[in-house]
């Protein structure tokens, strides 16, 4: 027997269309879709404006893929980090950060990564799948529930900063953006989130095209691409010329800031000379630097860089009149910190 279709999948004009035909009017189909997006509703019997022969109607003919709660880990600072099970059993991770000012949730898109930088620890996992667009969504949903359990307020920010990489999985990413920041599921501004990418240069261009409202962030790391090379292999197949092309275009035709997210490692890519040439490649857009502090991670040989180092790089930015964030790291202790992602729990 086949496994029933995640109703998720279908479009609202796919869901009226299974309403006529099974002689039931249009507005059945709203119903089921508020339930599914605005409530987050995990079975069809939830579904108490429907009938009890309708609720078996729908369970019989789809399923609800749902994600639920694994594990929860709290640091010592406050980050909690969730270990998620989607149907398959696999897991992925999300992250929600607080700070003074705002409650960030870190939500993946990927089941583990392709890219393999080398920093990085989800990179040392294989790609098992792409996430789904409700999958995605669930994840927010969850951990603005978290959010408002444990903090007392819901999510301000939502970052695309886990595992995975998003715009290699560009259909699902502007599918769970579009329930995020419609009514029609939590109707958050797209200004408060932010998709990260390690630098896919045609998607960079495409998101573009498609005129997208919310931030984008570059993992860029380096300015020089013989370095950028052995830390992120994708540099290899795009270099960092034609990525500054796709930022240039991205900005020209959204006028959004960039924001370039820049890990600093102890003599790699922290001496002057590397801030020159991260000054040359930021001329590109306006844009804003986000220096972030290493995460040691197991059988890596990264080291982060001084703080003597980090006040001269950080002096040397601000002095050719770029806005520069050191972003301390919150979550180490319990692995939830930046590129520290990795399902251990399989």
Same mark, same amino acid.
């Given at each position: 027997?086949?496994?029933?279709?995640?109703?998720?999948?279908?479009?609202?004009?796919?869901?009226?269309?299974?309403?006529?035909?099974?002689?039931?009017?249009?507005?059945?189909?709203?119903?089921?879709?508020e339930w599914l997006w605005k409530k987050r509703a995990v079975s069809f019997e939830e579904m108490t404006s429907l009938s009890k022969d309708l609720r078996e109607l729908f369970s019989n003919n789809f399923a609800i893929k749902a994600v639920k709660i694994y594990k929860a880990e709290r640091s010592?600072? +406050? %980050?909690? !980090?969730?270990?998620?099970? &989607?149907?398959?059993?696999?897991?992925?991770?999300? @992250?929600? *950060?607080?700070?003074?000012?705002?409650?960030?949730?870190?939500?993946?898109?990927?089941?583990?990564?392709?890219?393999?930088?080398?920093?990085?620890?989800? +990179? %040392?996992? !294989?790609?098992?799948?792409? &996430?789904?667009?409700?999958?995605?969504?669930?994840? @927010?949903? *969850?951990?603005?529930?978290?959010?408002?359990?444990?903090?007392?307020?819901?999510?301000?920010?939502?970052?695309?900063?886990?595992?995975?990489?998003?715009?290699?999985?560009? !259909?699902?990413?502007?599918?769970?953006?579009?329930?995020?920041?419609?009514?029609?599921?939590?109707?958050?501004?797209?200004?408060?989130?932010?998709?990260?990418?390690?630098?896919?240069?045609?998607?960079?261009?495409?998101?573009?095209?498609?005129?997208?409202?919310?931030?984008?962030?570059?993992?860029?790391?380096?300015?020089?691409?013989?370095?950028?090379?052995?830390?992120?292999?994708?540099?290899?197949?795009?270099?960092?010329?034609?990525l500054r092309q796709s930022v240039q275009y991205f900005y020209d035709k959204t006028g959004s800031r960039i924001t370039y997210e820049y890990i600093l490692f102890k003599d790699l890519n922290d001496s002057l000379e590397d801030a020159q040439k991260l000054v040359q490649f930021a001329k590109a857009?306006?844009?804003?630097?986000?220096?972030?502090?290493?995460?040691?991670?197991?059988?890596?040989?990264?080291?982060?860089?001084?703080?003597?180092?980090?006040?001269?790089?950080?002096?040397?930015?601000?002095?050719?009149?770029?806005?520069?964030?050191?972003?301390?790291?919150?979550?180490?202790?319990?692995?939830?910190?930046?590129?520290?992602?990795?399902?251990?729990?399989?």
């Open positions: 027997m086949s496994e029933n279709k995640d109703i998720r999948e279908l479009s609202l004009e796919q869901v009226q269309e299974f309403c006529l035909e099974h002689k039931m009017p249009k507005f059945r189909a709203k119903q089921v879709w010592i600072d +406050g %980050t909690i !980090k969730y270990s998620l099970q &989607l149907h398959d059993k696999l897991l992925v991770e999300g @992250v929600i *950060i607080p700070s003074k000012n705002r409650l960030t949730a870190c939500v993946s898109s990927q089941v583990g990564c392709s890219l393999a930088c080398e920093f990085c620890a989800t +990179g %040392t996992m !294989k790609l098992d799948r792409n &996430l789904s667009a409700s999958e995605i969504y669930d994840q @927010v949903f *969850i951990l603005n529930e978290e959010a408002i359990s444990n903090f007392g307020k819901p999510l301000s920010n939502i970052v695309y900063m886990g595992m995975g990489e998003p715009l290699l999985n560009y !259909k699902a990413l502007l599918g769970s953006i579009k329930f995020i920041t419609t009514e029609q599921g939590l109707g958050m501004s797209p200004k408060r989130i932010t998709v990260s990418t390690a630098g896919i240069a045609k998607m960079i261009m495409k998101l573009a095209d498609d005129d997208v409202r919310f931030n984008l962030a570059i993992s860029l790391h380096t300015a020089s691409n013989s370095k950028r090379d052995i830390l992120m292999p994708l540099n290899q197949k795009i270099k960092l010329e034609e857009s306006t844009c804003k630097i986000n220096l972030i502090e290493y995460n040691t991670v197991d059988n890596l040989p990264y080291e982060k860089s001084s703080n003597k180092v980090t006040e001269n790089f950080i002096k040397f930015l601000e002095e050719k009149k770029l806005i520069v964030n050191l972003r301390r790291s919150k979550g180490k202790d319990i692995a939830a910190a930046c590129g520290q992602l990795v399902n251990k729990l399989k």
